[in-house]
């Protein structure tokens, strides 16, 4: 339908994927705002994938057995997670778009990039963090964590 079609393209932040993958009552708020939009307007980024795998990645490094399967697990989670929407890619309009953030905004790198990359697609970055991305007034961000 027309409406569905004009609906904003939601891209998920590290902090809220991170929530819908431990569950519970925490993510409950949410999965239901995420369940009032089409699925294929809802996506993530290659800056998220890779936030997430490096935290996971460090962890490869423990020893013990039961440690090394449950991370192995959760890099499983993440991957399943990730090819269940739409992923867009660190590309050179999203460079260009970081490289103009870089020193007139003191956010963290990844922050910015995924920032950029909203920009360049404008969608609206889903977060908790308000305080960083809102200093990028280029950006539409919102926490629907509360």
């Keep these: 339908s027309q409406m569905r079609m004009n609906s ?9 994927l991170t929530l819908l993958e431990r569950g519970g009552e925490t ?3 949410l999965q239901m705002k995420l369940a009032q939009v089409n699925t294929d307007r809802i996506s993530s980024t290659i800056i998220s994938y890779e936030e997430q795998n490096e935290v996971v990645s460090q962890g490869a490094q423990v020893r013990g ?3 090394q399967v449950r991370i192995y697990q959760k890099l499983e989670q993440h991957l399943r ?11 050179l309009a999203a460079a260009m ?3 103009g953030f870089v020193g007139l905004i ?3 790198v990844m922050d910015l990039k995924i920032a950029a990359i909203a920009t360049t697609q404008n969608a609206v970055v889903l977060t908790r963090n308000l305080s960083d991305f809102g200093q990028i ?3 539409q961000a919102e926490d629907w964590s509360k």
């Design 137 to 139: 007034s280029e950006l």
């Design 106 to 108: 003191d956010v963290w």
């Design 8 to 16: 904003p393209l939601y891209l998920l932040d590290t902090d809220h």
């Design 81 to 91: 997670l990730f090819a269940s929407m739409p992923l867009f890619s660190f590309d």
């Design 65 to 67: 057995t039961e440690a």
């Design 97 to 99: 778009e970081f490289e």
């Design 27 to 29: 993510c409950q708020t």
